[in-house]
């Protein structure tokens, strides 16, 4: 989980967590921000995040990590 303080926010904060799903498991992101038009401006970095993790968990996975 995390928070980010100031800039144009008057309120972000966010958790992830990993949970199993069949024989893998299921990544979640939940962000809330306020103002909610500021949603649109941090998604893109959410879902590059989101597919920079699921790169290095896959290759971890290839590696018999």
């Not at 995390?2 to 990544?27: C, I, K, N, Q």
């Not at 038009?37 to 989101?50: H, K, Q, S, T, Y």
């Amino acid at each position: 989980a995390y928070a980010v303080v100031g800039g144009d926010f008057t309120h972000h904060s966010a958790s992830m967590r990993l949970t199993p799903s069949g024989e893998g498991v299921a990544f979640t992101w939940e962000s809330d921000v306020l103002p909610d038009d500021r949603a649109a401006r941090i998604m893109p970095l959410v879902e590059a995040g989101c597919a920079s993790i699921k790169r290095s968990l896959e290759s971890r996975a290839g590696a018999g990590a």
